[in-house]
């Protein structure tokens, strides 16, 4: 009984330890981790701080999340996986999406549209556990079991209900009305959990020990299978689930200024419309133009405008449709792009190719650990609570990934996304995301791993954070902060947070733009390595429950002292941020 009272009290420590977003980037001198669900940076933090390197860590607080906000991401969803492997100096991608089921029709759908967005006919088949146990094979230093423990302690003592948590159960809660078993979980008495209620979930920590005890298949064969395939009505089949299977891809890689960018190949749009920006952006000099002026919301947004429209175009998964990946990301597709940009007016809409949410279900974690590993994932449920279901006596809240299709070239998803054949529903086709998990190389080393959860505003959040550490020299905090907006295509307009001046405003109208002001655009999450200065900075998003969990396990070093850092030595006396 002293013992565990002892492991409490360290836990609790340890989860004070993970930092808020503030002013200031978070710092440590042995790994960052960052992270959308503040309540769980704790589990991969105290991971790190335990010897397990950055994959380990992102594990367990991928798992965590699926327990602090299972209102954005969790076990009966999917995800995307960028990871840089400091023993082999390689980098790769995890394709972890949900998949359509082998039932699943185009013509269904539309006939059918209202079924895509919730309901057992949303539901695509869930590979969140079979990608946290794919990067734990290649990639994991400590037990398996280990990393399931804080989800597992937070599903069965209980998490603190906060203000995201709250607020998002309010903004959803009349919309559960129909789905019995998510309203009794996740509200009380149908109502937002108040500030400070211990939300317990004492089914998903049975769900998450049967998967701590089984491993990858344990959603895959067995009585939860059978589970999800009576709360679909067998939308999504038992052999669905036995056959679903993750994919290691090529991730997309780019370069901008002098570093290297790697990310998401399709299924997801983010990796190809980053790097396809920045070509573009890199034929300017953005450090001369002020930022957050009109000229330079201006030459962003028509950058964005023309990325967006080639994802409604061209973009869908590769394994069922030739997307032109290699032309896309080419300097010389964005040389002609660039020449579409008029510093006067809006881009105009090319003759050959043929929308902003109020929802969210994705969460992102950043981490990089002192050995030069680093790994950025981004995963989802797609909108607020998927598709509604909750599986009976499991606790697990299944997606409505099928929402990210297109069925329609006039049909917008929750989004506002439009899509085309390329993106059209197809048996065992993974719908088009733009989940944008991002590692920023220097030198063949990881320095920036960057995601954000939200959608379409994903892939603007990255870009922006991006640019102001690297054109700007922000710090992560600072850049992290820094107001954003998005343009994408359809609706044409400009969506942009609040921040923005009266004057900007009046002059981006007058180029024509229709301006939209939303709160929220993104929450971009931002670990840094710094190899000048030996250490790691990190920005946490306070768009959302954003944390940072630094690790500090090495002694303080005197100011004098040189230091041994990812294979240099360097004095760390001048490390500080102005
Ligand atoms: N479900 C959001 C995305 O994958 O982009």
Redesign the pocket.
Known sequence: MKKLILILFVSTLVSEAALAASFEPAWGRDGMLVTSVGPAAWAGQQVLENGGNAIDAAIATAFAAAVAHPFSSGVGGGMFAVVHSAADGTSTSLDARETAPAGATAEFYTKNPGSIRSGARSVAVPGMVQGAWALHQKYGSMPWEKLLEPAIKMASEGVRVEIWHHNVVKRVAERLKDFPETRRIQTVDGMAPPLGWNHVQPELAESLRWIQKKGGKALAVGPIAAKIAKATGNAVTELDLARYEVKWREPIRGSYRDYEIVSMPPPSSGGILLVQMLNILSRYDLSAMNHGSSEYVHLLASTMKMAFEDRAGILGDSDFYDVPVEKLISMAYADQQAARFDPRGQVKARSDHAQVPDDDG?THISVIDKHGNAIAITQ?I?TLFGSKITVPGTGIVLNN?MD?FSIGPELANSWGATGSTANMVAPGKRPL???TPTLVLQDGKPVMVIGSPM?TL?ISAVLQTLINVIDFDFDAQRAVNAPRFHHQWKPDRLTIEPEFPVEVRERLQSLGYELREFSIIGAAELAVFDPDACMFWGGADGRRDSRTGAVNTSPVPRPSETVQCVGTSRNTAEAVPD
């Open positions: 994705t989802t797609n990934e990210d995301s733009s989940m959608g994903i």
